[in-house]
């Protein structure tokens, strides 16, 4: 059985979202995305190769930007022993960040890391020492409010934009 080059573990689970309950993405929209992104392009079988360990040597470049597309962080690649391409990858989310006008925004924010902030949040409101249930329940209920009219108003103006 083939082996895969280092970081493209990270690929494969990122783009088949295992730890997630998000549905996979599939190698031909992932290689869509790559190329709308990517100041090159690359071919469904080129990235089929890759994951299947058929391709013995992978660029830090091609390998930060399948990254960026699945949504993978440059800790996790530089995890998985490819740290040439995680700082690839800083660069590309800092050079796109600052292109959408996102420079000043927390480049580690992922559907994972905002679950597990609000998560932790949640526990610090249960845990507050001094508070008194009624203060920790309207605490928690405003969090979630909050957080709900978020979600409900970027929907609502994705509808709009749709609608046009």
Do not use: C, H
């Amino acid at each position: 059985m083939p082996s895969i080059a280092p970081g493209v573990a990270v690929i494969i689970r990122r783009r088949k979202r295992t730890d997630t309950l998000q549905r996979e993405l599939s190698v031909r929209a992932a290689v869509r995305r790559f190329n709308d992104v990517a100041p090159y392009t690359i071919s469904d079988m080129k990235w089929g190769r890759i994951e299947g360990g058929k391709v013995e040597t992978i660029s830090d470049i091609d390998l930060a930007w399948m990254a960026y597309v699945v949504g993978a962080t440059s800790d996790e690649l530089a995890e998985d022993g490819a740290p040439e391409a995680a700082e690839l990858l800083r660069d590309i989310i800092a050079k796109r960040s600052q292109e959408d006008g996102l420079a000043g925004l927390d480049l580690s924010l992922t559907p994972e890391t905002v679950q597990r902030e609000l998560q932790e949040r949640l526990q610090e409101i249960r845990a507050l020492p001094g508070a008194t249930d009624d203060e920790r329940e309207r605490m928690k209920t405003f969090l979630l409010q909050q957080m709900d009219l978020l979600l409900k108003s970027t929907k609502q103006q994705i509808d709009m934009l749709r609608a046009r």
